[in-house]
């Protein structure tokens, strides 16, 4: 049991209780010396007017922190998440930098689901339903670096990365 609690967390380092920006770049380490990297591509509205971060990771794996040269939307390792700031509060999430919002390269067409308070009807990051089944979706529901962790273990597994 043991074990398991422990590899689902990610390594931890500085708090931070800095106010996130769209365009942040951050790092996350399932394990020492290993980095993925995420942005904060927008900001979220769920179930209240409390701004929440719609951030991407990236599959790019290094063993330094450095920004890539190339984040872009076609290669990410997990689906889009709506997350709170626990991540940064807590170290899971270290931001090393930002570029400028026109710079980012967004999904095109995404939209997040919801089974459980509605029937497959799909929404934008403010809440608003679409008219429409979106090319890309995720699920509609407020994450933390906890279950952002969970995703990014399993889809490391999938690929066959070791991260212990």
């Given at each position: 049991?043991?074990?398991?609690?422990?590899?689902?967390?990610?390594?931890?380092?500085?708090?931070?209780?800095?106010?996130?920006?769209?365009?942040?770049?951050?790092?996350?380490?399932?394990k020492?010396?290993?980095?993925?990297?995420?942005?904060v591509?927008?900001k979220?509205?769920?179930?209240?007017?409390?701004?929440?971060?719609?951030?991407?990771i990236?599959?790019?794996?290094?063993?330094a922190?450095?920004?890539p040269?190339?984040?872009?939307?076609?290669?990410?390792?997990?689906?889009?998440?709506?997350?709170?700031?626990?991540?940064?509060?807590?170290?899971?999430?270290?931001?090393?930098?930002?570029?400028?919002?026109?710079?980012?390269?967004?999904?095109?067409?995404?939209?997040?689901?919801d089974?459980?308070?509605?029937?497959?009807?799909?929404?934008?990051?403010?809440?608003?339903?679409?008219?429409h089944?979106?090319?890309?979706?995720?699920?509609?529901?407020?994450?933390?670096?906890?279950?952002?962790?969970?995703?990014?273990?399993?889809?490391?597994?999938?690929?066959?990365?070791?991260?212990q």
């Amino acid at each position: 049991m043991t074990e398991q609690i422990e590899r689902d967390l990610l390594c931890i380092g500085s708090p931070s209780r800095k106010k996130t920006n769209v365009g942040d770049i951050f790092v996350v380490s399932p394990k020492e010396g290993m980095y993925l990297y995420g942005i904060v591509a927008k900001k979220a509205i769920i179930d209240s007017d409390t701004p929440f971060n719609l951030i991407y990771i990236y599959n790019y794996v290094s063993d330094a922190i450095k920004i890539p040269e190339v984040l872009s939307s076609k290669d990410l390792l997990i689906e889009p998440r709506i997350v709170n700031n626990l991540g940064w509060s807590r170290g899971y999430f270290k931001t090393i930098g930002n570029i400028p919002v026109e710079q980012i390269d967004l999904l095109e067409d995404h939209g997040f689901y919801d089974d459980i308070k509605t029937w497959r009807r799909y929404f934008d990051e403010f809440g608003q339903e679409m008219d429409h089944v979106p090319k890309n979706t995720s699920e509609y529901t407020l994450g933390n670096y906890l279950t952002t962790g969970d995703r990014i273990f399993k889809a490391l597994d999938k690929l066959g990365i070791k991260t212990q």
